[in-house]
Every structure is written in structure tokens, then in C-alpha cells.
């Protein structure tokens, strides 16, 4: 969802975005420190606006943290080490930073999980969909094509007269 041109999002660089969100949601500051980064920023906000902001975005951006401190674990475990092990030690690297979520922040984690796994089902749907209207537009085409070759062989042998077969073409959409 595109964010709205006057949105506190919208106004705030990547990286300024990725300060406010690490000084909210990373380190507990109160909106109070927020609100005056903004004004460092030469951006003014009101509490309700910075609240709605870290409500919207903090949980993505908790999510990319995470992610990146798994990651960050895989990379520095030793070489010789399964993948399974690595697998299992960078999920709880993963969790351990949710620990101390609120029963709201993670309602929000796991909604924000399930839409996640929404579009990549969504993705592999999308391209089978695709596949089945062309083949259905295909069938119609070549049922079409048959239903008009009979019309032409009934046209050419004289079995109907020229008022039904001009009603069948109608009904057929074959004009």
C-alpha cells in the first residue's frame, strides 16, 4: 500500500525513518525524544501522528532487525557446522528478540507473519490462475471455431433456412 504524500512516512528519509524507528522501538525512548528528532529534522509532528507512525512501522522494522541478527549468527557460526544447526540456532536468534513483546506487539508480529506467508502463497497462485484462464480461452476458441465450421457446412448444404441460420449466428455471436 502506497503511503499518503503527507504521511509522517512519507516525509522522512530511509535513513532517518531507520533512526527514529531504532531511537522509538529499539531503545524505548519516549515520543518526547521522537518528536524532538523531528524538530532536529526541521519536521514537526503531533504525539497522535508519531504514535500512528511507530504503531504502523515498528513491528515491520522489529521483524527486518531480527532478521538481520539471525543472519548476522548463521554467518558467524563455524563453517564446519551442519545447516540444520545453523537453521536452528538463527531462529532463536530470531525469537530472543521478540521476548519482550507486549500481547499487541505480538498479535501485530504474527499478523504481519501471516500476511507474509499471504503473498507468497499468493505468488504461486497467481501464475496457475493465469495458466487456467488461457486454457479456458483457448477451449472457447476452438469450440468457437468448430461450432462456426458446422454453421458453414449446414449454410453450404441447405439444411436450415436463412432466417434460423441467421438467428443460431446471432445467439452464437458469429456476425
Keep these: 500500500m502506497k503511503p499518503r504524500s503527507d504521511s509522517l512516512f512519507a516525509k522522512l528519509k530511509p535513513a532517518q525513518r531507520d533512526e ?18 523531528l524538530e532536529k529534522w526541521g519536521l ?8 500512528r507512525f511507530i504503531s504502523s512501522h515498528g513491528m515491520v522494522w522489529r521483524i527486518d532487525q531480527a532478521k538481520a541478527a539471525a543472519e548476522a549468527t548463521r554467518g558467524s557460526l563455524p563453517k564446519d557446522w551442519s545447516a540444520e544447526r545453523k ?8 525469537e530472543l528478540t521478540f521476548r519482550d513483546l507486549s500481547t499487541k506487539e505480538f498479535y501485530m508480529l504474527k499478523s504481519a507473519e501471516i500476511d507474509e506467508r499471504a503473498m507468497s502463497l499468493k ?16 477451449l472457447l476458441e476452438e469450440n468457437a471455431a468448430k461450432a462456426k465450421a458446422a454453421l458453414e457446412g449446414l449454410k ?20
Design 20 to 37: 527514529l524507528l531504532t531511537n522509538q522501538v529499539g531503545q524505548g525512548a519516549p515520543l518526547t525524544d521522537g518528536l524532538a528528532l
Design 44 to 51: 514537526r509532528a503531533s504525539y497522535a501522528s508519531l504514535s
Design 87 to 94: 537453521r536452528a540456532l538463527a531462529m532463536k536468534e530470531f
Design 123 to 138: 505468488e504461486k497462485i497467481e501464475p496457475r490462475k493465469l495458466e487456467i484462464a488461457e486454457r479456458r480461452v483457448a
Design 156 to 175: 453450404t448444404k441447405g439444411g436450415l433456412t436463412a432466417e434460423t441460420l441467421k438467428t443460431i449466428e446471432e445467439a452464437a455471436g458469429l456476425l
